[in-house]
Structures are given as C-alpha cells and as structure tokens.
C-alpha cells in the first residue's frame, strides 16, 4: 500500500528512502559489485538462481556437503536497506573455508539485489519479496521476481534448510535487538536463546510488546506465522526451525556488521557441536 505522509512517500508503513552507510572497509553498504566479487573468493561453491527484472543475479553458495550431516539455510539481504545481514554474512563466507564444519550449508547473501544496489527495502517494483507466496489477501500466491526464483527451488531448499534457516534482518527505526522464532513449541528453544546471548551482549534488549510485526516477549516473537519465506518453510517445506535476527538499524553499521556475523557464526557452530550436546 502506497501513501503520502508529508512529503514522505510511505510502503506498508516504512518510508521509501535508501538507507546507504560507509563500512570499515572503503566501501558503501549498497556496493554490489564489490559484495559478489568478494564472495567469488570465499572458496564456496557457487551458483547462480536466477536474474531479478535489471539483470541483477541472485546466488547460492554452499559448502561441501556430507550426506548424514544436518543441512542449515541462511539468507540475507531480503529487505534491502537492511545492510548488515549480506556484510556480515560475508564475513562468514570468507572464513568458512578456513573452519572444519560438519553442517551441510546453503547460502543466500542477498536475495534482495535490486533493493541492496539502491539501499532501499523493496524490489524494482517497489514491493516486499518477503510475502506472497501463501497466506495473501487474495488467496493466490503473488510472487515477486525474486520470489519466483526462490519458490522455483522451493521443494530444493526446504531439504537444504530442513535442520534450520536463519534469516539476518534488521529493523532502521529499532535500537533494540530481539529474533522470531518459528518451532513445534511455544517458548524459544535453546538455539535461540544462545543466538539471543550474542545479541543482547552488544545491544539492549526489546522491551515486552508490539513490534513491525507480531509481539515481543522477553526478546522473542515466537511463531509469527505471517506468510514470510520463514513462515513459507517451517509451515510448508516442514523445516525444523526459523530463526529471524533483529539488529538494531539506528546503531552504528559496523557494530551491527560485527554482530550479525557473531550471530551467524553461532548458528552454525550450534549445529556443528550439536550433536554433543543436544
Ligand atoms: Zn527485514
């Protein structure tokens, strides 16, 4: 739904304007062609899905997977002003190689090129590509490009996420951190309160109560089920587990890059040490 407030121009209640940072590393948050040149050297397998309408390639990158191994998803870049995510996640990619992980990972840095290039939450046709693919007002999926790409690999990804998918988001007017949870089970699981660990050590806390979407409870909004890709899954694809990170978009990008990537690097370590302790 587009509105007029002010001179603002307003998209499901967000404003459509990039959100564009410098990093530590010269480079601006929205430098794409920089992102995929280094993930080209990250050493993982890489693949293209699909073009988005300006020709602008969304990939999967994966590790050598073991059959037997658990297979983890994580994505990033699905609103494109949410910046940390893909650089974190990058951050990710480029030591991977140098770690012996026994998870069998599937990646995807940027699902939202277009919006990452511009800095900005939506796609070239300035719409979500978090939605539409169940749970729509009209019933029918309303798919995106992007989200065309991503549901054409669907029965594909539900397999490469089934032991768990983590979605790094942020949120440009939050300076809390909080996570949704998405399991068979009413409070959040251990995976989740280790996430949570990392990310209130370096941010507070959402206080209890309403948020963009769902209800905080003592930093967690759990099983949100409100038609995203985690919903889409969990729900559908029958994942194990959806884990959706919030870091806060008013602080300073480079600590929220750091976090993001202490984050990812948690979620998977939870699943390689998994099987000591779980
Ligand atoms: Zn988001």
């Not at 069998?104 to 939605?131: C, E, T, V």
């Not at 409070?187 to 050590?201: H, R, S």
Request: hydrophobic share 35%; net charge neutral; proline share 4%.
């Amino acid at each position: 739904m587009e509105r007029k407030s002010g001179n603002k121009i307003m998209i499901n209640g967000r404003e459509l304007r990039p959100y564009i940072w410098n990093l530590y590393n010269g480079h601006k948050t929205n430098d794409i062609d920089y992102y995929y040149t280094r993930m080209m050297e990250s050493g993982l397998k890489v693949e293209e899905l699909g073009k988005t309408d300006n020709d602008l390639p969304i990939f999967l990158l994966q590790n050598d997977h073991v059959k037997g191994q658990p297979n983890i998803m994580i994505m990033s870049g699905v609103h494109g002003e949410e910046t940390a995510g893909p650089w974190g996640l990058l951050n990710v990619m480029m030591k991977l190689k140098l770690m012996k992980i026994h998870v069998n990972i599937s990646i995807i840095p940027i699902m939202n090129p277009y919006g990452f290039s511009k800095g900005i939450r939506f796609n070239a046709d300035l719409k979500s590509i978090n939605s539409g693919y169940f749970r729509t007002k009209s019933g029918k999926p309303e798919l995106t490009t992007e989200g065309e790409i991503f549901n054409r690999n669907f029965v594909r990804f539900s397999e490469l996420a089934r032991n768990g998918f983590l979605s790094c988001h942020e949120d440009v007017m939050e300076k809390h951190f909080f996570i949704y949870e998405i399991i068979n089970g009413t409070k959040p699981d251990f995976y989740c309160n280790e996430i949570q660990l990392i990310g209130i050590k370096y941010f507070d806390k959402q206080p209890d109560g309403p948020t963009y979407d769902g209800t905080v409870k003592d930093g967690v909004v759990m099983n949100e089920k409100d038609g995203t890709i985690d919903d889409y899954l969990f729900t559908i694809g029958g994942i194990h587990r959806a884990i959706t990170t919030e870091t806060p978009g008013t602080a300073d990008i480079n600590k929220r890059v750091y976090v993001t990537e202490q984050l990812i690097t948690k979620f998977i370590e939870l699943y390689n040490a998994g099987r000591f302790f779980i």
